[in-house]
């Protein structure tokens, strides 16, 4: 019996010696994929909890054909110090119609679309990467601030031509970084129009809530929602940066 198994064993590794035992694994990975260029700025002005993105989106089954409020698959930007990007995904599925550079907060619900391209029918058809050239893009908090209340919101008193804005304050795109942050206040010498990372030190924030008597035009009604003061909020406590 001893005899038999050693034969057996003997076998065993002889055949096993008798040539490598090559183990291929093969990977696939399904759904689309895109390559995206871009100079890009202001990744790193979000405050914790937010990141700019690269994500897929799909529609909502709803008669306006709505675009969905959390994204489908994502993956964060990383910028290599100079400002150019050069970013790839993969495993996108044939539903997303929509590839957004965007904001996520932590539960990859859309804050800010910042670029998006539709896919057409002739990208999803391709069988070799979608390239998406983005060009320049302004993907910090400020730009946000900028984009959607200082211009269209407070540069219609505050701006209204390039001699003159209510108050001495201009808060038109390219002047109003420079006319409030770290600027001290006419009215009080104790405060800044934006005091970064102290909104109660900051006099926009008081005087958007209703909180600072030496001014006597009402501001609380120049933002739609609780939320729209927020954002300002959280742009000053992460430090009111430039971008």
């Not at 897929?56 to 089954?61: D, H, I, P, S």
Request: proline letters at 2%; charged letters at 25%.
């Amino acid at each position: 019996m001893k005899k038999l198994l050693y034969i057996f064993t003997l076998f065993f590794l002889v055949a096993c010696d008798d040539g490598d035992i090559e183990e291929k694994y093969t990977y696939h990975q399904e759904g689309l994929k895109v390559a995206v260029d871009a100079t890009i700025s202001g990744l790193n002005s979000w405050p914790d909890g937010y990141s700019v993105t690269l994500s897929g989106f799909v529609n909502e089954t709803n008669p306006k054909d709505d675009i969905a409020e959390y994204s489908e698959i994502s993956k964060q930007i990383i910028s290599d110090g100079g400002g150019k990007i050069h970013i790839t995904l993969g495993g996108i599925s044939q539903s997303v119609n929509y590839l957004e550079i965007t904001v996520l907060n932590r539960i990859r619900q859309r804050v800010l679309t910042i670029s998006q391209k539709k896919l057409t029918d002739e990208d999803k058809n391709n069988t070799d990467t979608i390239r998406w050239d983005a060009g320049e893009v302004k993907a910090g908090m400020y730009s946000f601030i900028q984009d959607k209340y200082f211009t269209p919101k407070c540069s219609k008193c505050h701006g209204l031509s390039a001699d003159y804005a209510a108050a001495g304050l201009f808060l038109t795109e390219g002047k109003s970084y420079s006319a409030i942050v770290g600027i001290q206040s006419t009215k009080r010498s104790d405060f800044n129009i934006v005091t970064p990372g102290d909104t109660a030190r900051s006099v926009i924030h008081k005087i958007l809530h209703g909180d600072f008597p030496e001014v006597k035009h009402n501001h609380t009604d120049k933002l739609d929602l609780e939320s729209d003061k927020d954002w300002i909020d959280q742009w000053i406590l992460s430090g009111a940066k430039a971008d």
